[in-house]
């Protein structure tokens, strides 16, 4: 089975400032796809970024970049340039791609940009 | 607009009183999922389909059924609420091996 820590269950930054969450994961899989969702006070659950584990090249979406390092399972995002509507629950996720949908989310980290 | 709704977005209800939430999407999407929320563990998923009469049991099964006849549609019953299941849950949606499509969530309270 896999397991998705975030070992940051809040954090604040900033803002105009750059903030890395992190996020380890357990599996077993070779092929998957790493997924960072935000939550904001709306609750709606909006993509932030994506990553599938097979091409080495880091993603990277606007202001939103993460630091992916297959071998230490390890997937972390971090945000440049924060501003106030950044502030959310942050989760990450990890999805495998063999048959099934096992989809799985950590804890999450509460980041709060601070003015 | 492309989109998965929920109903209802609250409910408080006693245990033992059957109930269904409802969820549907537009984007003819093949998969669907639930999920449950609460503090501190994320969101565990409860239940997914990959096609229509295709169900299968994610990590919290437990006291929960699900159906799914239609593709666009994917409700999820709970036949004798406890309080345990007290929490926020969501509906997704998604083609195989892409992103998923959230809901806007339901908050259910059973007393």
């Known amino acids: 089975a896999q397991t998705v820590t975030q070992s940051q269950p809040e954090m604040s930054v900033q803002e105009a400032e750059t903030v890395t969450l992190s996020c380890t994961y357990d599996t077993s899989e070779n092929n998957y796809y790493l997924f960072w969702y935000k939550q904001p006070p709306s609750r709606q659950m909006i993509l932030v970024i994506r990553?599938?584990?097979?091409?080495?090249q880091n993603a990277t979406e606007n202001r939103f970049s993460v630091n992916f390092q297959k071998a230490a399972k390890s997937f972390s995002l971090k945000i440049s340039d924060s501003q106030l509507g950044d502030t959310a629950m942050y989760f990450c996720a990890f999805m495998k791609l063999r048959y099934g949908q096992n989809f799985v989310f950590g804890p999450g980290t509460r980041l709060s940009v601070l003015p | 607009e492309a989109q998965v709704t929920q109903n209802p977005r609250y409910l408080i209800t006693v245990t033992g009183k059957k109930l269904t939430v409802t969820c549907s999407q537009n984007?003819?999407?093949?998969?669907m999922s639930w999920y449950r929320q609460d503090p501190g563990l994320g969101l565990r998923q409860i239940y997914y389909?990959?096609?229509?009469?295709?169900?299968d049991k994610g990590d919290v099964p437990e006291g929960y059924k699900v159906s799914r006849k239609e593709k666009r549609n994917f409700p999820l019953i709970l036949e004798s609420p406890s309080p345990n299941q007290t929490s926020l849950y969501f509906c997704a949606s998604n083609i195989p091996g892409d992103e998923q499509f959230f809901g806007p969530g339901t908050r259910l309270t059973v007393l």
């Open positions: 984007m003819n999407h093949e998969y």
């Open positions: 990553q599938e584990a097979y091409k080495q």
């Open positions: 389909s990959m096609n229509v009469e295709v169900t």
